[in-house]
């Protein structure tokens, strides 16, 4: 019984070391990954910079559409909902 415990002490070590290494490289992609998605927009942004600002367009009024076309469009929206509601 000896003899199995000093045989399994290296395989153990074996294992740890592979842990150990193992959770190095993903600790270092990752920590690769995070500073490229923080560096990436900084250097986009010095790269091309944005001279305009953003257009602010107008507020919409909420009245309802009174054109001829939009009530026809209404109607054909309409009649598409209710054979829908029909079949189900």
Do not use: W
Not at 14 to 41: C, E, K
Not at 43 to 57: A, F, S, Y
């Amino acid at each position: 019984m000896d003899e199995v415990s000093h045989t399994s002490l290296p395989l153990l070590e074996q294992g740890l070391d592979l842990m150990l290494y193992g959770m190095g490289v993903v600790f270092v992609f990752l920590a690769i990954l995070v500073t490229a998605i923080t560096l990436i927009p900084l250097i986009i942004h010095r790269l091309c910079p944005d001279d305009k600002e953003m257009e602010v367009l107008p507020e919409q009024s909420s009245s309802p559409i009174t054109t001829k076309g939009s009530e026809t469009l209404l109607k054909i929206l309409q009649n598409a909902i209710d054979q829908h509601r029909d079949r189900h």
